[in-house]
């Protein structure tokens, strides 16, 4: 069965340091989406990818973040410097077209990281 | 908006029933309801779309008024795999809009 991958599983970094996760949907899936997920709660979308192109990234914290899918497949999310309040899960998922709201979404193990 | 889910805990006997709800403040275009066990990615269960259609688990029931703005998800006969953290996800505006995850309810079911 097809899976989201995602690398690395657990990430542990000091302030201010640069970090960056990398996700490969299942393939075929147009649309790619990155969370992050606080211990308690559920995930908020980060950023969404239709192909290459951004749909929505109104909730990523631009001065810090950023994410590509230059080439419409995998993609990767840096944040440089990371900050204590950056400590969460971050999950990476696709759908196989770009409806947010009726595609089933699938998830990847997710990247676990902590900041020291 | 975040959708807002009860109970946010439940504790259940296997083969007992429970009943998750999420509701929202805003109108609808889906539900979406998935399933998180600890340390794990969170695994898709089902659908509820505007309209009626709906796509998911067999096993699995939901609902979803439009006019309440409200979702329940059904488990029955529960078993011990049923244990794990339910998010509902909410669409709103259309079919491309994100999803909106509520805070979760942790069910625990026991032997």
């Known amino acids: 069965e097809a899976e989201v991958a995602q690398s690395p599983r657990y990430k542990i970094t000091e302030k201010s340091q640069a970090v960056a996760f990398w996700c490969d949907p299942i393939?075929?899936?147009?649309?790619l989406y990155w969370y992050r997920q606080i211990l308690g709660q559920g995930p908020e979308l980060l950023v969404q990818f239709q192909d290459e192109s951004v749909v929505d990234d109104s909730q990523l914290p631009k001065d810090r973040f950023s994410a590509e899918r230059l080439k419409g497949v995998d993609s990767t999310l840096k944040i440089q410097p990371a900050e204590l309040g950056d400590s969460a899960m971050y999950l990476c998922?696709?759908?196989?077209?770009?409806?947010?709201?009726?595609?089933?979404?699938?998830f990847g193990p997710g990247t676990r990281l902590t900041v020291t | 908006q975040q959708p807002v889910q009860s109970p946010q805990a439940v504790i259940l006997r296997e083969g007992e029933d429970a009943v998750i709800n999420c509701s929202s403040s805003k109108a609808l275009y889906s539900v979406h309801w998935y399933r998180q066990k600890h340390g794990e990615a969170p695994v898709f269960l089902m659908i509820l779309l505007k309209g009626g259609e709906q796509k998911g688990h067999d096993k699995i029931s939901a609902s979803f008024n439009e006019k309440k703005q409200q979702s329940s998800l059904y488990l029955t006969a529960s078993q011990l795999s049923y244990s794990g953290t339910y998010f509902c996800g909410t669409g709103s505006g259309g079919s491309n809009y994100k999803l909106t995850f509520g805070k979760g309810t942790l069910l625990t079911v026991n032997p």
């Open positions: 998922a696709s759908s196989l077209a770009g409806r947010a709201s009726s595609d089933e979404q699938y």
């Open positions: 393939s075929g899936h147009a649309t």
